[in-house]
């Protein structure tokens, strides 16, 4: 078996509706292998991993995977229930997956979810491997497996705090996105979204965190605020530290200036462990302090914008004697804890033997090689922090409303929206008469409130996402999806163009960019998941217009979650023979991801007209959850549509030269389809089916009425921008430059000339190189019958075959559906399309389905072209369409 890709499809898919790892397995000469047929392999399968009892498959009932073992599946459906079983033993447990033919021989997608990307990835690999051992009766050893699956899930895990804060976002709707590998989260989209770092937000100041840093200035602000903190100062030498401490009665602590986690810290030092003390300091940092020693309980307590939200008490961390064993042996199996991790990977951390504690024993006369008596509990550390092995006990129901003031006051003299109040106090619980405030801490961890080793678990995550998005405040902004066969670019081009009359700053990604405000910033086919992910990752978008095409959906998924408005313009024989994809009703599936993702009390506008978008409807998937269904229409009787509207439906129709909105028992006119300039004087029923989708879904967000009606008049459709259908007047003659690509688009276009009566009809056509061969041939016999010359040639972009591959197959099919007529090829796009206007004549119609923006306008001008919106202006002097 070969691994040929694994694919990250972070959204929503075509598999799940949550993210997935999508592998290429090509089995090879093991394609035709079944479990049933290899003597011995079901048993030592399922003797190596009894789990697989319980997996349900298809069946749905506990045993069904075993069942079909039995019966005999294909090795790839077997890899997919592997990886799923060890996922448990690698602590990343998923319990979904799906395995479908690839459409090549012997080739599937096995699709997992995953909750560690890079853990995920290596079971799916380890699986391949395993099940091929199997097979041929070798041994393998898991252990070192999901010894690696673990480690690098941990690895790469977001940290406690990050991981709060995303669970709590997640819990109130809010989308998150993980940037990088480290702990930088984005909540939210547009102009709502927010970032994290840990316990760090967006809203934290750059200012307060380097206050907080430094220890000598915040002490400096809070007693100038009369918060009680420990004398001391800042020294640089050895000889200032002795001065120091001898000014504090002869006993302190020693600590770094900028230091964190109780790094370099030394409590109880006197003059004979001044020297090493100080010497533990400089280890992190040129600046050492010398500070007054509190006496009391070590105290935590979490502020977040402005209020106490949390507070533990602190302890280091400590073991008890049993009389037998000696403190070493007693560490080691306190860390052997399922609670002890290394890091901050669990909610307790191993307590390290190193040069600290061995110096903190030796100060009470202790060494690790001492037996204990039993009972006798024994602290191996001066500091009480988690990330040195401490333990917590959650204190927030304790804190005295003055000790709560005090801590809130700290914050705010700091500056920190999310800050850690360290205290020493007799106790918390009693108004603060002696002790005070050692530290304000910005990104302050909170595994302690989290996961307390006494007490109540607090929600510190929810009380930093409640500071970012108050009062249920927003975190999304509208969203409106297009996706379909034809008209995609069009459609949403034209809901942005409707929709900037709300004064909002407009997103939209298309075939012909990224555009914000009306301005492009990013060129080419830009109508997948990053492209949205880019522009809902801009704080300055206050509405997003998305093409969302088929490609993008198949091999990453969705760039978003749920949208507000979801189009379904049609669905077309396209793309067919690719991602394994073989029948439009595989294309139908595809689609319907964007329906399904409409959220509740969302708008889905669908193409009444296209049968096989109307089967969207019927999706049990896309009817789970209750919208608001509209359906646009170019046939005004249509009995579906009817019978909608009567059910209380809105509908947007054509109705005698009308766009008309239909619904709560009324009927209003909109638009006069010949003032629309895109619909060439309502000529091209395409774009006006466009026009009514991009109308339904603009009336979704807002638009009003008239405003969408001037709108529609005045929309720029220039190929610059990415338009599609143009029309030129060529020395009386007529040049439309449109982008068909597919036997439908072709077809509507050819359909569309013919209504104007031109004397002539010329096609210059081309067919995408990555179609398969029959749906190539299919382009061809679209236009055969419905131009009187039909000039071939070729994209640049071959996708793959030989130069005049995809030609002679057009050419062929032209020839065989339209025998006797005028047909030639001219392979390069530029000579093309001179070649079919150098002989242009009055009153003929010269359609070109072009490749490159660029060589259409050079084309125009060379040509003397001048751009006009109704073709009878030209074909018929005098005469208008009705």
């Known amino acids: 078996m070969k691994i040929r890709s694994i694919r990250t499809l972070h959204g929503p898919n075509v598999f799940h509706d949550r993210p997935v790892l999508a592998m290429t397995l090509d089995l090879g000469d093991l394609a035709a292998v079944e479990s049933s047929r290899v003597p011995g392999f079901v048993g030592r399968l399922t003797t190596l991993l009894p789990g697989l009892a319980e997996h349900r498959c298809s069946t749905g009932r506990k045993g069904g995977f075993v069942e079909r073992l039995e019966r005999g599946t294909y090795l790839a459906h077997i890899v997919e229930h592997v990886a799923l079983e060890l996922s448990g033993p690698a602590g990343i447990e998923v319990g979904f997956g799906k395995t479908v033919h690839a459409g090549e021989p012997g080739v599937y997608r096995v699709a997992v979810r995953f909750v560690s990307e890079s853990g995920m990835r290596e079971l799916l690999e380890g699986a ?12 393998f050893d898991l252990a070192p497996l999901l010894e690696r699956a673990r480690r690098v899930a941990e690895r790469d895990a977001l940290g406690p705090s990050t991981a709060a804060i995303v669970r709590a976002a997640e819990r109130r709707g809010i989308p998150t996105r993980r940037i990088g590998t480290g702990s930088l989260v984005q909540l939210g989209y547009g102009k709502n979204l927010r970032m994290i770092r840990a316990a760090m937000t967006s809203r934290t100041s750059s200012i307060a965190v380097d206050l907080a840093c430094d220890k000598a200035v915040t002490k400096d602000l809070l007693r100038r605020a009369l918060i009680p903190v420990p004398r001391g100062s800042v020294v640089e030498t050895l000889e200032e530290a002795r001065e120091a401490l001898r000014a504090l009665g002869g006993v302190g602590v020693v600590k770094p200036l900028d230091g964190n986690q109780g790094k370099g810290i030394s409590i109880g030092v006197r003059d004979a462990t001044l020297a090493r003390a100080f010497e533990l300091a400089r280890d992190h940092g040129p600046d050492v302090i010398v500070e007054e020693l509190y006496e009391g309980r070590d105290y935590r307590v979490l502020v977040v914008a402005g209020r106490v939200v949390a507070a533990s008490e602190r302890r280091p961390p400590c073991v008890t004697g049993d009389g ?45 090689d001492d037996v204990p008596d039993a009972g006798e509990s024994v602290c191996l550390r001066q500091t009480a922090n988690l990330s040195t092995g401490g333990t917590a006990r959650d204190v927030t129901a304790e804190v ?6 005090l801590c809130e006051r700290a914050a705010a003299v700091v500056g920190l929206d999310v800050a850690g109040i360290d205290l020493v106090l007799p106790d918390i619980a009693r108004p603060p008469t002696r002790g005070g405030v050692l530290e304000v801490n910005a990104s302050p961890g909170l595994r302690m409130h989290l996961a ?84 809902l990752s801009d704080p300055t978008v206050e509405l997003a217009v998305l093409e969302t095409a088929r490609g993008g959906i198949v091999r990453r998924g969705l760039g978003y979650d ?51 978008a109307l ?113 030129y007047d060529v020395h009386g003659g007529l040049l439309l430059v449109d982008y068909g690509h597919n ?15 031109a004397r002539r009809a010329t096609v210059v056509i081309a067919a995408p190189g990555d179609r398969s061969d029959a749906l190539v041939a299919e382009v061809g016999k679209a236009v055969a019958p419905l131009y009187d010359r039909v000039v071939i040639r070729e994209d640049d972009d071959r996708r793959g075959r030989a130069r005049g591959e995809t030609a002679e197959i057009l050419r062929r099919a032209v020839v065989e559906a339209a025998p006797g007529g005028e047909v030639s090829i001219v392979l390069d796009e530029s000579e093309a399309i001179e070649h079919a206007l150098r002989s242009v004549r009055a009153g003929e119609v010269v359609v070109f389905h072009y490749d490159d923006p660029a060589t259409v306008s050079r084309a125009v001008a060379s040509a003397g072209a001048v751009l006009v919106n109704d073709p009878f202006s030209v074909l018929t002097p005098g005469r208008r369409a009705a």
């Open 562 to 612: 749920w949208s507000d408005v979801g189009v379904i313009t049609n669905v077309q024989a396209d793309h067919l023979g690719q991602d394994g994809h073989e029948t439009v009703e595989d294309l139908v599936r595809v689609k319907a991801i964007v329906a399904e993702r409409v959220h509740e009390g969302g708008t889905l506008v669908v193409n009444a007209d296209c049968p096989n």
């Open 128 to 139: 391949v491997a395993f099940v091929e051992a199997l097979l041929e009766g070798r041994t």
């Open 400 to 405: 005295h409303p003055h000790v709560r003031l």
């Open 743 to 757: 036997p439908e688009a072709v077809r509507a276009t050819a359909l569309m000339v013919r209504r104007w009566g």
């Open 615 to 727: 089967a969207i409807l019927d999706s049990p998937r896309v009817a789970r959850l209750r919208r608001n269904v509209v359906l646009v229409s170019i046939h005004a009787d249509d009995a579906r549509v009817r019978a909608h509207v009567a059910k209380g439906g809105t509908a947007f129709l054509l109705e005698d030269g009308w766009l008309v909105e239909v619904g709560d028992g009324e009927s209003r006119r909109v638009a006069r389809v010949a003032a629309i300039p895109l619909t060439l004087a309502g000529t091209a029923l395409h774009q006006v089916s466009n026009a009514l989708a991009a109308l339904a879904a603009a009336r979704a967000i807002g638009v009003p009425v008239e405003d969408a009606a001037r709108a529609l008049a005045t929309f720029d459709g220039s190929i610059e921008r990415g338009g599609r259908c143009h029309l």
């Open 324 to 368: 037998e064993t000696t403190l070493r042996e007693l560490v080691r199996r306190e860390n052997e804890n399922p609670l002890r991790g290394e890091g901050h990977e669990k909610p307790l951390t191993r307590i390290p033997l190193d040069e600290v504690t061995v110096e903190c024993l030796a100060r009470r006369g202790r060494s690790l």
């Open 452 to 535: 307390p080793t006494e007490g109540a678990p607090r929600d510190p995550g929810g009380a930093i996402v409640e500071s970012l998005y108050p009062d249920e405040a927003p975190s999304r902004i509208p969203i409106v999806s297009v996706t379909g066969t034809n008209g995609k670019t069009t459609t949403t081009r034209l809901v942005a163009h409707l929709a900037a009359s709300l004064g909002r700053r407009i997103g939209v990604t298309t075939s012909a960019g990224v555009f914000v405000d009306g301005v492009r910033i990013a060129d080419g086919d830009t109508t997948g998941p990053a492209s949205a992910a880019a522009l």
